[in-house]
């Protein structure tokens, strides 16, 4: 059975760093790009950037683009979103998702997602 | 203040039809595919419909999709309770060097 499963809550204070991560399972994880979106408490879904495990190929929507840093691990199936500094409006759920095609831009497979929380 | 734009509510008694909506623009909507998700309170979101109007696997064919010019709707036929959650249009704009935009998000109450 194919899983996307994310790595646990964190709590943190600003100016911290962190790295989430997102492993897949039960697909060939090379062929298939891993989003990121941004869910803040009691609000919508912002898609945040996209990577494509097989040769590393990234993407920023333009609103999180310098803010975050998508990388992945292909030896490991694992895709990771990072800060370098935190902020408290950096507060939110994180999931990770598969594009589900090559040509169209559904996310067919999601994470239960990762709980971010930043305060002092 | 989110590029494809949903009712914030909608709402059904069982075995109602409902319809949501999604507007947007030329360069998301009106040139790229729509699709929609499912999030139960406290889950993830679930892959509803792809492509306008595809219903992936598993989806029961109550909901179905549709798209015209720069907007696109979501249709629920005989209502359920378990139907209570929230919905999200979805599309890639070509704006930006290109992203994906999502609306803003509807919530289904179930009377």
């Known amino acids: 059975e194919v899983h996307l499963v994310q790595s646990g809550a964190e709590v943190k204070k600003p100016g911290e760093s962190l790295k989430i991560s997102c492993k897949g399972s039960g697909y060939t994880f090379a062929n298939y790009w891993i989003g990121w979106v941004r869910q803040m408490p009691g609000k919508g879904l912002e898609w945040m950037g996209i990577i494509y495990p097989g040769d590393s190929d990234t993407r920023y929507s333009p609103s999180f683009q310098g803010q975050v840093t998508i990388s992945v691990d292909k030896s490991s199936s694992t895709a990771y979103l990072q800060w370098s500094s935190l902020k408290a409006s950096d507060t939110a759920m994180y999931y990770c998702?598969?594009?589900?095609?090559?040509?169209?831009?559904?996310?067919?497979?999601w994470g239960r997602g990762t709980l971010v929380t930043v305060s002092s | 203040q989110s590029v494809l734009t949903q009712p914030p509510s909608a709402s059904g008694t069982p075995g109602q039809r409902v319809t949501i909506s999604c507007s947007g623009s030329?360069?998301?909507?009106?040139?790229?595919?729509v699709h929609w998700y499912q999030q139960v309170t406290g889950a993830a979101p679930k892959l509803l419909i792809s492509?306008?109007?595809q219903r992936p696997s598993g989806v029961p064919d109550r909901f179905s999709g549709s798209k015209s010019g720069t907007s696109a709707s979501l249709a629920i036929s005989g209502l359920r309770s378990e139907d209570e959650a929230d919905y999200y249009c979805?599309?890639?704009?070509?704006?930006?060097?290109?992203?994906?935009?999502f609306g803003g998000g509807t919530k289904l109450t179930v009377l």
């Open positions: 030329s360069s998301n909507i009106g040139r790229n595919y």
């Open positions: 979805a599309a890639w704009d070509d704006s930006l060097s290109g992203h994906v935009v």
């Open positions: 492509r306008n109007d």
């Open positions: 998702a598969r594009r589900g095609s090559e040509f169209y831009w559904y996310f067919d497979l």
